[in-house]
Every structure is written in structure tokens, then in C-alpha cells.
């Protein structure tokens, strides 16, 4: 116990020299608690972002590995991305059954001209032809998985059949809801529908009329719907963006259950007419276009990298690959807070090193000016391992106070500067985002939109909202204080190293025979 008081004596009987080395820890405690906050806050957002996350995934063909074969056996890549076929509805559904699998469902699109009495509502430049072919492009994928010979025609209207509600994201989430009628029922195969407000408007359509819609490759080839509901959509305005087709409108979008549009376009196959390209040897049809998309539901994250790896046990060649928009989102999301706390480990390390080196070159030249003192206490018979003690103690003691004031010092500051600085971080991804989501600004986008809005509609250039994470409550939890005090310990057997080495070096009598 004599050693912890003359450890108390020493402390008091010079004040400043302790006060400096309090200063000193108390700003390392300061600052890592701060940071320490900021990655235990990172690490816990991004945890229970994660599990409150519903997982969801789509089977998309991949080019880069279909490229790449075409490569290796010489084949002409072009040739090979256009024969590229989506999987059908059969297979999608057979891998639904894997065990990980919670649910699953699918849409289906197709594209329509207008028929008889009907216009559609285009806002799309005027240089652009809706009805014009679309070429094909490299890299594109036929947008259904008998399409061979390119897109053919594109229509005025997107028409997208569910085979459940929970896959009509806009109408969960908000972005549209019904304003009339009701939406058709999504079992059957009646040929019902909802349509936009701006549609029901320009057209002077009521819920209980019919509209002709035309099969854009067999402009005689028409086909009747029933409107049994309408709706308006509130989404990001897509004033200022490039529409190169009517049918990106969001205005002009069209929606029914799966059974009906594929029953619809099971009809335009059965009355399609075929040809075969002299050139390319690719055969053409006018039967309408589709394209496939399953959707699978995950309960979590685990399930759905066990997916991954089922799949390919399934059969799922090599050329598809498993992709979840929900998770690449999420990822994105996390992405200023991800950089925040990386920068907050390394500053954590950098006051470390700093301020460790700081407090030993203070310790070595404090310990050097008390070397009479270690002297006199070894030469009246106190061990050199309690005289070494003493020095650590005080160390100790010193370092405990500052580390509890420090950190409580931190923990007041360290919600409003943890947001202060994810703020920062936020604004500059959306810059970033900004800058490159319109190529410098080249698509004519208003200068300081932080968020490009979703133009929707297949084909067109989309730029992506990302819903940064701007807030965490950073507040120091016992896990930053347990590392704070581990730091604190680190801190003292650094700064004591130096007399431990002095003390148990030199002999007393050697000390105070050549004191000075």
C-alpha cells in the first residue's frame, strides 16, 4: 500500500509535470473516443440495417463471362450476346425451390403500340420516333428469351403483368397508389388493367372502358383491355432527363397480372409470322416481345449467399449469375459511413503513435531528472521492482484521471461531430454521383441536382438515388469505454517502458556517485 501512497506524494509534489502528461492522454481520449464511437456506431448500423434489410435477388445472363468464352473458342461475341436467352418462367421457377428460397415471384413486360383511339403520352424529344427499330447494341441483351434477330419494333406503352402484388414495388413503397377503381385481380387471366392518371386524361379514359393496344411488329394485331382501376404516380419528375421513346414515360406504363399479358402474348405467338435474316442467319418473328424477371425473397443475408452457391448446384450454368439490387443498394448506402469510420481507425492509430511517442520521450527525460530519487529509495532497501512500480503507478493514475475525463469529454461531443463529418462525407458522394451519373454534366442536367431522378423504363440512361445514411447516433457505449481504458493501459506500459528499463539497469550506489 506504501507504494500506491508514495505514488499519490510523488503526483502532488509535482503538479505540472503531471498536468502535461494529463493534457496530453486526455486529448488522445478525447479524440479516440470520438472515433472509436464512430466505427462502433458504423459497425452497429450497418448490422441492424442488415437483418431489418428484405433480401431480395434476380438470375441475370452474364455478359462479361459470355464474352470472355466467345473469346476463348474464337466466336464472334456479338453473335453470342445476341443469342443470349433469358431463363423462362419454368426455370425460374425451379430453382425457387431451393431450400433457402422464402418466396418468389415474377413479372413480365412486353411493349405495345397504341391502338384505335388511343395516343399516348410522349414527352420524348422530338427528333426521337418511338415506332423506329431499335439497333442492336453491344453488350444488350434481348429483352426475352426466344428474342433472336434484335428488339424489332418498339412500342408506345410498357406493359408489365405481376404474378404477385408484393413485386408492384411502386405501389408498396408509395411512389404510386390507386385513385379510381380498384387494381385487377392478379390471379386471373382477364385482361384487366390499371393506367396513369396522365394517360386517363389525355386519352379521356374512365375505370370500365376498353383500350386497344397494337402489337408494334403486326401493326393489324390488336388487343383489348379492360381499364379496371387508375393510378397516379408521384416518382421523381423526369423533367430535364433524355426519354428516347414514349414508352419510358412512366406515364405510359401499363400494368395486369402475368396470366393476362401472357396469355396475350401466347395468342401473338400462335399468329406470328417468321423469317429468316439472309445476312446474319437469325431468325425473326412478329410475335410480341417479352422479358422475363423472377424475383426471389431471402429471410437474410446468410440465405441468400447460400442461394448462390445451391444454384450452381442446381444446374445454373456459368454464363448467369445472382445479383440483388436490395444489397448493392444497401452497400451503396453505407458507403459515407463506411468511410468515415475507416478514417476514424486510422486516426485513431495516427494519435496513437503520436501521442505514445509524446508521452515515452517525456518519461525518458522525466526519469532521467528523478535518478537521485530511485537511488536513495533503492539504497534504504525498497526493490527495485516497487520502486519500479511507484513509477508506473503514477503513470497509471495520471492516465486513469485523464481517460475519464477525456472520455466523457468525448462522449458529449462525439453524436453531433460523428454527424457533422458523415455530412460532409454525404455531400461529397452526391457529388460524386452527380458528376458522374450525367457524364460530367454532357446530358444536359441542371447544375447542383445532387439526386438524378429515376427516369424508369428500360433502355434509357437511369440515374440512380442513392438514400445515403446521413445519421448515427454515435454515443460511447461500455465497449468504447473497455477500449478506451485499453488504450489507457497500452498508454502506461509504453510511457513506463523507459523507467522500467532505468530502474532496473542501474545499481544505487553507481546513481548517487555520480549524481550531478
Request: charged share 20%; hydrophobic share 40%.
Amino acid at each position: 500500500m506504501y507504494v500506491f501512497k508514495n505514488a499519490w506524494k510523488s503526483i502532488t509534489r509535482s503538479p505540472g509535470r503531471n498536468i502535461i502528461i494529463g493534457v496530453i492522454v486526455m486529448a488522445i481520449a478525447v479524440s479516440g473516443s470520438i472515433a472509436l464511437s464512430i466505427r462502433r456506431a458504423a459497425s452497429k448500423a450497418e448490422q441492424e440495417g442488415l437483418e431489418a434489410l428484405n433480401i431480395t435477388a434476380q438470375i441475370t445472363v452474364d455478359r462479361q463471362k459470355m464474352m470472355q468464352a466467345a473469346r476463348e473458342q474464337g466466336g464472334d461475341m456479338r453473335e453470342a450476346l445476341q443469342g443470349a436467352q433469358e431463363l423462362s418462367i419454368e426455370q425460374l421457377q425451379t430453382y425457387a425451390e431451393a431450400e433457402s428460397v422464402e418466396d418468389f415471384y415474377y413479372s413480365v413486360n412486353s411493349s405495345f403500340d397504341a391502338g384505335t383511339g388511343l395516343s399516348p403520352v410522349d414527352t420524348s424529344s422530338e427528333e426521337d420516333d418511338s415506332s423506329d427499330t431499335q439497333p442492336d447494341m453491344p453488350g444488350s441483351m434481348p429483352p426475352g428469351g426466344d428474342m433472336r434477330g434484335g428488339m424489332g419494333e418498339q412500342g408506345d406503352f410498357r406493359v408489365t403483368g405481376f404474378s404477385s402484388y408484393d413485386d408492384m414495388t411502386d405501389f408498396a413503397n408509395s411512389t404510386a397508389e390507386i385513385t379510381g377503381g380498384e387494381v385487377f385481380d392478379i390471379d386471373s387471366a382477364d385482361a384487366d388493367c390499371i393506367v396513369s392518371e396522365e394517360l386517363a386524361q389525355l386519352n379521356g379514359l374512365e375505370v370500365g372502358d376498353t383500350i386497344e393496344l397494337a402489337n408494334p411488329n403486326a401493326s393489324d394485331e390488336t388487343y383489348t383491355f379492360t381499364i379496371c382501376g387508375i393510378y397516379s404516380y408521384t416518382g421523381s419528375d423526369t423533367s430535364g432527363q433524355m426519354i428516347f421513346s414514349a414508352s419510358q414515360d412512366p406515364a405510359n406504363r401499363i400494368y395486369t397480372s402475368s396470366a393476362a399479358l401472357l396469355a396475350v402474348i401466347g395468342q401473338s405467338e400462335s399468329v406470328a409470322q417468321t423469317s429468316t435474316d439472309e445476312e446474319t442467319g437469325l431468325t425473326k418473328t412478329t410475335a410480341l416481345r417479352k422479358s422475363v424477371s423472377g424475383t426471389y425473397v431471402f429471410a437474410d443475408a446468410a440465405s441468400y449467399e447460400t442461394f448462390q452457391t445451391q444454384v450452381t448446384a442446381m444446374g445454373l450454368p456459368d454464363t448467369y449469375r445472382v445479383t440483388s439490387s436490395d444489397l448493392t443498394q444497401y452497400e451503396d448506402s453505407l458507403a459515407p459511413l463506411k468511410k468515415l469510420s475507416m478514417f476514424a481507425s486510422y486516426f485513431v492509430l495516427i494519435v496513437l503513435l503520436i501521442g505514445g511517442t509524446i508521452l515515452v520521450a517525456f518519461n525518458i527525460y522525466n526519469i532521467r531528472e528523478r535518478k537521485y530519487e530511485v537511488g536513495v529509495l533503492t539504497a534504504v532497501g525498497m526493490k527495485k521492482r516497487k520502486v519500479a512500480l511507484q513509477f508506473v503507478s503514477e503513470i497509471f493514475l495520471v492516465t486513469l484521471a485523464s481517460i475519464i475525463i477525456g472520455t466523457a469529454a468525448g462522449a458529449a461531443s462525439s453524436v453531433p461531430v460523428a454527424n457533422k463529418l458523415l455530412a460532409a462525407q454525404v455531400t461529397s458522394a452526391q457529388e460524386d454521383t452527380s458528376n458522374t451519373g450525367d457524364f460530367g454534366g454532357r446530358l444536359g442536367m441542371p447544375a447542383g441536382d445532387q439526386s438524378p431522378p429515376d427516369q424508369g423504363g428500360p433502355g434509357g440512361f437511369r440515374g440512380r438515388v442513392v438514400d445515403y445514411v446521413s445519421s448515427v447516433n454515435a454515443s460511447a457505449d461500455m465497449v468504447v469505454v473497455a477500449e478506451l481504458m485499453g488504450i489507457g493501459v497500452l498508454l502506461t506500459i509504453l510511457s513506463s517502458l523507459a523507467a522500467l528499463v532505468f530502474i532496473l539497469r542501474y545499481e544505487p550506489l553507481k546513481i548517487l556517485s555520480n549524481r550531478t
